[in-house]
């Protein structure tokens, strides 16, 4: 792997009710904004292929600073926006490996896949694909959310996942990623990250509820955890000098079954925090015993 730049900065602001995130206006200067943060992480890029552009607002700001954008976007509504901003324009479904054909053989210095791929059914296929359009020194900047903060954590063991009009179970999300299962599907994707950013939200700080005495045990039994308070993973990536894997690996698969089997069996009205030692012990028993039988599985598939 190359060297790793790894940093932190509070995530934007919560949108005022009846706005979108996308719709907010971006502040080049807020390190808050993970928006700019991404912008930054883009140039000194001349040329770059947007995947999911949105209404627009990070290909104008590209535009003002003289790079040429190729923004691809779902909504038809959005084109009108986007050619007045945007060298060109694709209205396509990302899903749809038609999509891009028109591209041909271009070449971008930059793929920007910001907020876009945890709402494809095949978000690897896509960016396999959009890997072929980068440049043999171009790079792949991913934004996404982390699903494994501890407020998506706590909020499973008292038996909650419910979707949301935003955020880390925004209910438009069909994928979710963790840092173990991103790494894994950049690698798979044929990349390797050289920058790992993140944004950062407080455990009980994010949009996801979770009952107070869940939120006092995770902030003790989470706190070497440097993942816990990630809210959104940042990724500059270049192209691997390894094979891609096709094939999850058996680690991969029982982290899977184990969240879950986690997720339909474990209910917790309210854990008390003289409970939670207990509570933690069984929910590693059931984890420990899942991987178990999982590896089991597979290994026994394979011979």
Same mark, same amino acid.
């Given at each position: 792997m190359g060297?790793?730049?790894y940093?932190c900065?509070?995530?934007?602001?919560?949108?005022?009710?009846?706005?979108t995130?996308?719709s907010?206006?971006?502040?080049?200067?807020n390190?808050g904004d993970?928006?700019?943060?991404?912008?930054?992480m883009?140039?000194?890029?001349?040329?770059?292929?947007?995947?999911?552009?949105?209404?627009?607002l990070?290909?104008?700001?590209m535009?003002?600073?003289?790079?040429?954008?190729?923004?691809v976007?779902i909504d038809?509504?959005?084109e009108p926006?986007?050619?007045?901003?945007?060298?060109?324009?694709?209205?396509?479904?990302?899903?749809?490996?038609?999509?891009?054909?028109?591209?041909?053989?271009?070449?971008?210095?930059?793929?920007?896949a910001?907020?876009?791929?945890?709402h494809?059914?095949?978000?690897?296929r896509?960016?396999?694909?959009a890997?072929?359009h980068m440049k043999?020194?171009?790079?792949?900047?991913?934004?996404i $959310?982390? *699903? #494994?903060?501890?407020?998506? &954590?706590? %909020?499973?063991?008292?038996?909650?996942?419910?979707?949301?009009e935003?955020?880390?179970?925004?209910?438009t999300?069909?994928?979710?990623?963790?840092?173990?299962?991103?790494?894994?599907f950049?690698?798979?994707?044929?990349?390797?990250?050289?920058?790992?950013?993140?944004?950062?939200?407080a455990?009980?700080?994010?949009?996801?509820?979770?009952?107070p005495?869940?939120?006092?045990?995770?902030q003790?039994?989470l706190?070497?955890d440097p993942?816990?308070?990630?809210?959104?993973w940042?990724?500059?990536?270049?192209?691997?000098?390894?094979?891609?894997?096709d094939?999850?690996?058996?680690?991969?698969?029982a982290?899977v079954?184990i969240?879950?089997?986690?997720?339909e069996?474990?209910?917790?009205?309210?854990v008390?925090?003289?409970r939670? $030692?207990? *509570? #933690?012990?069984?929910?590693? &028993?059931? %984890?420990?015993?899942?991987?178990r039988?999982?590896v089991?599985?597979?290994?026994?598939?394979?011979?």
């Amino acid at each position: 792997m190359g060297s790793h730049r790894y940093s932190c900065f509070i995530d934007a602001p919560t949108p005022a009710p009846g706005t979108t995130r996308y719709s907010i206006p971006i502040d080049l200067t807020n390190e808050g904004d993970s928006r700019a943060r991404v912008l930054h992480m883009v140039r000194p890029a001349r040329t770059v292929l947007e995947l999911g552009a949105s209404v627009g607002l990070m290909t104008e700001i590209m535009h003002d600073w003289g790079i040429a954008v190729t923004a691809v976007e779902i909504d038809p509504e959005a084109e009108p926006i986007l050619r007045g901003v945007a060298e060109r324009v694709v209205i396509g479904d990302l899903d749809d490996h038609q999509t891009l054909e028109p591209l041909g053989d271009e070449q971008f210095d930059v793929v920007l896949a910001s907020d876009v791929l945890e709402h494809l059914k095949d978000p690897l296929r896509c960016l396999r694909q959009a890997v072929q359009h980068m440049k043999p020194d171009g790079r792949v900047i991913v934004s996404i $959310p982390n *699903f #494994a903060h501890a407020d998506v &954590r706590l %909020a499973l063991l008292a038996g909650d996942f419910d979707y949301r009009e935003m955020g880390l179970l925004d209910r438009t999300h069909i994928k979710f990623f963790t840092r173990s299962s991103l790494e894994t599907f950049l690698r798979d994707a044929g990349l390797e990250p050289i920058v790992w950013d993140r944004t950062e939200r407080a455990i009980g700080g994010t949009e996801v509820p979770v009952p107070p005495t869940l939120v006092e045990w995770g902030q003790r039994v989470l706190a070497s955890d440097p993942d816990a308070d990630t809210y959104q993973w940042l990724v500059e990536c270049r192209r691997s000098t390894g094979a891609a894997h096709d094939t999850p690996t058996v680690e991969n698969q029982a982290r899977v079954a184990i969240v879950g089997a986690i997720a339909e069996t474990i209910a917790v009205p309210a854990v008390t925090t003289a409970r939670a $030692p207990s *509570f #933690a012990r069984r929910v590693l &028993r059931i %984890a420990r015993r899942i991987t178990r039988r999982v590896v089991a599985r597979v290994t026994s598939r394979r011979r």
